[in-house]
């Protein structure tokens, strides 16, 4: 259990005086909140926005109200930022899906176009994410169609197929001082198939795991095969060999991938060369092993995963966390998402990932992050993870717009909502539901990052309409935010029976929660003391909570 981060003990930042907003920034805590600004870009609109904790507008990347994100953003070190981007409509595009791009701009600080690249054609298109390489380089995520004829003679079960194509991914890498290509990556260069032995790629799935099954998922019709959400890079000067790799995240796989980068484009479309030696096989696949005939439902990790990158953006080499594996676990249960960070072992010297058995290391999550309320952190897709230099987490639940920020004791000290209704500016005061402010993504810049020196910070208002403008300076960071219940749990460990206490005589809503963070049963109570039979519970960790507060672990024999 010391790898699980579950506390449950929820801070609410309380405004004095003031109505709580319903959306822009919900709660504060300066005190215990990391100090930077909110890079966000919306769905359904065209600006890139900078906010700063109090949900104040700093900056704006405006663009024309044709186009919508496609889906990322990113700020650089000398203040450009690097956005993708589509038009709003898509009714008449030969590839779409969502997630959908087409071009890749620079702009400087004041909005300057500097640099811009498009790939949306009938047989292409960009899509979801974007990393920039150490020399300045963009790789860039696309699909390229694959006809029937191609998908067959590679091996897929053309009968499980729809529209009789499939979009398999691809990675460009483009010179903006040349707008050349310059290196690529084909996943359709890299697999195995045991449907049809007189075609290409037949062997044995399960004995070639640094292959891609064609046939898997075998519930996926759809030509968008792979749905690849998230790319990041890593790039690290060694001694012997630099580290130079590229992550993806496949949710229909519920898989995260790792590519070598230090190949020629003609190695990466094969099975050898670079300094892994295997070309453009994966080096590294973690989260679903029933992928590569490894496993069965019940060794899955990972589900529809999103974000997943190495943690090392604006943090120093010394955070605990660098270099591990971040990743946005959305679908992890039926009414709740999870954060998590894992570790896999990397040989420097031989520059490959280690194996148990058939599988990549590590079994299980170095840590796992949840809302203290573990059902108001959910969405089925998009969302984010980022750690923070002072040891705090922000987590966005793209669905429904909702970012938060935990300490490492699992305490909430910022909460902000996404003001938006389908892109358009909303009242305070509104009322948001599911899918109506979509946001892909939130990240924390460090307000000291040199991206900001000599640039005019100050606020220029708030995204949403009717703000509530005073919200922020009203926020007490000393007041006491828990009721001391004083709750006790005996015997522990229990076996039939266990008695919760605690101080207070109203009636208190109490929760239990098992070390998955599923609640498994909830009570109402009054009088201080309630005896609970526990000879159904399963064995383990639980975490009683009262009215979502005070927290205590008990183990079940």
Known sequence: MKHILFSFAMVLTISAGFAQNTVGLLSYDPMKSFDGYNLIYPHRQPNVYLINNCGEIVHTWEDSAQFVPGNTAYLLDNGDLVKTKRTVSSTTDRIWAGGGGATVEIRSWDNDLKWSYTLNDSTRRLHHDIAVTHDGNILMLAWEL???????????????????????????EVDPDTDSIVWEWHVWDHLI???????????????????VDVNFPLDRRHPDWMHSNSMDYLYQPMPMMDIDMIMLSVPYFNEIWI??????????ASHSGGNSGLGGDLMFRWGNPEAYRSGDSTDQQLFFQHDAHWVDNYLPTSFPDYGKIAVFNNRAGEDFSTANILEPDFNNYYYEFLMQGNTWLPEIFDKTYMHPEPTKLFSTGLSSIQRLANGNTLICSGRFGYSFELTPSNEIVWEYKTPLQAGSPVDQGTMLS??????????????????????????????????NINFCDSLSSTMDRFVNYDLNVFPNPASDQLVIEWNRPEEVNITVYNA???????YRSAGGRMYVNTSGWESGYHFILINGQASKVVVIE
Do not use: Y
């Open 146 to 172: 694959k006809n029937v004829d191609e998908c067959q003679m590679a091996g897929r079960d053309t009968s499980n197929l729809d529209d009789r194509e499939m979009w398999p991914d691809m990675i460009i």
């Open 193 to 211: 198939q045991d449907h049809d032995n007189s075609v290409d790629n037949f062997g044995v799935v399960a004995v070639n795991p640094n292959l």
């Open 259 to 268: 590519i070598d980068h230090s190949t020629t484009t003609a190695q990466a």
């Open 434 to 467: 599911a899918n109506a402010n979509l946001t892909f993504r939130m990240t924390r810049i460090p307000s000291d990052n040199v991206a900001f020196d000599g640039r005019d910070l100050s606020p220029k208002g708030f995204i949403e309409t009717n703000p």
């Open 516 to 522: 998955l963070g599923q609640m498994k049963t909830s």
